[in-house]
């Protein structure tokens, strides 16, 4: 029961990041690194915004190196680097290289203190990731079409930053979830400096366009971002992971019930697939292991019977 909450808390994470595709899409042709910037500004004010009734939550800015390192490197360098890679290779070839960090996720938390990685683990994300395949190609085949190109090293790149800032967010437990407004507000600087040196500005021309850029920032890059960071500390990383390959899965959900595109066999396949592997992977927390009903005594403990006056030592205090 203990990680049962923050594991949840983790999984709303990945629910608000189905929307993501819906999302940008209706905010219409926003330039990425511009989008990032004003997107992630918002995600860092909606952490800044409850420092006015908690003023000392501040001081969790006050952090070692480390801290900001892992966290700079998980949201500014992976969302940047996505870009890059979007825009340098095949858009579904990207995500499929992209979506191996839930993956990552499970294998590198076998080396957390306290965790240990287990077949049904093994199996859940397996499946998870077979599902994920199956929705993003479509059912098609895999393969790369032009080989091996920049974008496809970017997004392995991409994978391993997402997989290794969730797992190492787990050795800083001790540090305020607060902390990630200043990641976000690091992101945006970042994608603003790079959005004047590479894009025109371009703004949102509708009331739909505008209200889709202020719920992308506060829902899915704003409370997506916190709810993971307290999922990954306080939760069950490994089933995290296998829950994780759900997003792409729910995305397409998404966009079929808005009416963009059209219901295909491979989305029902990937349900199947997935919806499996989730319940797999988290197995140790749908069933909770028997606890023996009179546990044995520790040593010195007293053993009543059920005679008269039957109060005899335990066997292990002779």
């Known amino acids: ?71 700079t490197a998980g949201l500014c360098i992976y969302h940047c680097a996505y870009f890059f890679a979007i825009q340098s290779a095949p858009p579904v070839e990207v995500s499929l290289i992209a979506y191996l960090w839930p993956l990552l996720i499970v294998v590198f ?28 190609t479509k059912g098609g085949t895999i393969g790369l079409a032009n080989g091996i190109m920049k ?12 997989a290794g800032y969730s797992v190492l967010s787990r050795r800083f437990g001790q540090v305020p979830t607060d902390v990630v407004a200043g990641y ?34 506060t829902v899915p890059l704003g409370a997506g971002f916190y709810a993971w960071d307290y999922g990954c500390k306080h939760g069950d990383i490994m089933i995290l992971g296998a829950l994780s390959y759900a997003a792409p899965l729910f ?4 966009l079929l019930l808005a009416g963009f595109g059209v219901f295909h066999w491979s989305v029902a396949i990937a349900c ?17 292991p028997k606890q023996e009903a009179f546990p044995s005594p520790a040593e010195g403990e007293v053993l009543i019977t059920g005679d008269a ?10």
């Open 1 to 71: 029961m203990k990680k049962t909450i923050p594991t949840l808390v983790g999984f709303s994470a990945i629910l608000t990041w189905s929307f993501l595709a819906l999302l940008s899409t209706a905010a219409g042709p926003i330039p990425p690194f511009q989008l990032a910037a004003m997107t992630f500004l918002l995600g860092s004010l909606v952490g800044a915004a409850s420092w006015i009734f908690r003023p000392q939550a501040i001081r969790s800015l006050r952090q070692p190196w480390p801290v900001w390192a892992i966290g």
């Open 109 to 136: 938390a076998a080396f957390l203190p306290g965790e240990r990685l287990k077949v049904h683990h093994v199996v859940g994300v397996v499946l998870g990731l077979a599902g994920a395949i199956v929705v993003i």
């Open 151 to 162: 974008g496809h090293v970017i997004a392995l790149f991409c994978a391993f930053i997402w």
């Open 184 to 217: 976000c507000f690091i992101t945006a600087t970042v994608a603003f400096a790079l959005h004047l040196t590479l894009e025109t500005t371009v703004w949102p021309q509708t009331p739909t366009q505008t209200g889709a850029i202020l719920i992308l920032g």
């Open 251 to 254: 995305s397409v959900i998404v």
């Open 272 to 288: 199947v697939l997935i919806t499996i592997g989730a319940v797999i992977a988290a197995k140790d927390l749908l069933i909770k």
């Open 309 to 318: 006056g039957g109060v005899e030592p335990s066997a292990s205090s002779s």
